[in-house]
């Protein structure tokens, strides 16, 4: 495994060790590490199984030591959990997409687009399961609705964390100690 790896696999940790600390509600790295995840491992194994299993303890440690007073017993899984891995495999594909070439204006769209990607994919299995929501139109139109509070969150904690990630991702593959990327030198 190359360093470009081993640095991306510590910053996902990173990043998912801050979602123990007192946050904004939906204000998590979650997109970011996502995004990061596809635009840096790719569509590839790895690029699904570290940054999924990586966030799934990040759920265990949170689920059961700061949630821990919401649940009868040990928590796996969350009820709804297969959405929100869902948009975040969704995520990795568009990272994978749009940011094969890293440039700011991309890493921006990513960003966007991971927050949409999010809010759509989750708040449409929290229509599909919660009961306070009709299953009909007006009721997917009425969930959207009183989520959009949280995307603020959301969409803020996306640009700052994917701004941290591939910044400093880019930053150590340019610094004048950086090593093989794996990359082919002229």
Sequence with gaps: MNKKYLILLFLLVVAAVTRL???????????AMA????????????GFLAPLGIYWLSDLLVNNILYAEFYNSFVLFTPGFGWLYLS????????SVILRKVSV???????VGASVLFFIISNF????????????????VLCYEMAIPFFRSTIASDLLYS????????????????WSWGEKTA
């Design 105 to 111: 204006p991309r890493v921006l769209g990513g960003a």
């Design 163 to 178: 701004g941290a990630f591939f910044g400093l991702m880019e930053w150590a593959r340019r610094s004048s100690y950086s």
């Design 125 to 140: 299995g929290v229509w599909l399961s919660d009961p306070d929501y009709p299953l009909t139109w007006s009721g997917l």
């Design 21 to 31: 600390f007192p946050h904004p509600l939906n204000f998590a790295p979650i997109g």
């Design 35 to 46: 995004l990061a995840s596809g635009a840096y491992f790719g569509r590839n194994i790895w």
């Design 88 to 95: 975040f495999a969704a995520i990795i594909v568009l990272g």
